[in-house]
């Protein structure tokens, strides 16, 4: 079965960001992602969960992205100016995908 590069990129960003991350993707011509909670984590301040917390404003969230390699720079330009100014970590990875028509 043949096989076809793509990048893997997942944003972890405050819960509250959500919406607007996703919007500059959307406006930055990403067709599909996915949206996961983030249970907790650890990170430069500490320990956290969302254990306790009344509403999603205080969780995490991560938006997953499966692009072509020729698309990475459109998606982190419009993530980064979400995220620079915010909590949220941005990961990318080589991935392989079966139908490169949906990417």
């Known amino acids: 079965m043949q096989m076809h590069k793509a990048k893997r990129v997942e944003i972890t960003i405050e819960a ?13 011509g990403v067709t599909g992602f996915t949206v996961l909670p983030v249970l907790g984590g650890s990170g ?7 254990e306790g917390q009344v509403s999603r404003a205080g969780g995490m969230v991560s938006v997953v992205c499966i692009i072509r390699p020729e698309r ?3 998606l982190l330009e419009a993530a980064f100016e979400v995220v620079e100014r915010h909590i949220g970590v941005v990961t990318v990875t080589d991935c392989e995908v079966l139908r490169a028509e949906r990417f």
């Open 16 to 28: 509250v960001m959500e919406s607007r991350l996703t919007g500059a993707l959307e406006k930055a």
């Open 44 to 50: 430069r301040s500490g320990k956290w969960s969302r």
């Open 72 to 74: 990475l720079d459109a």
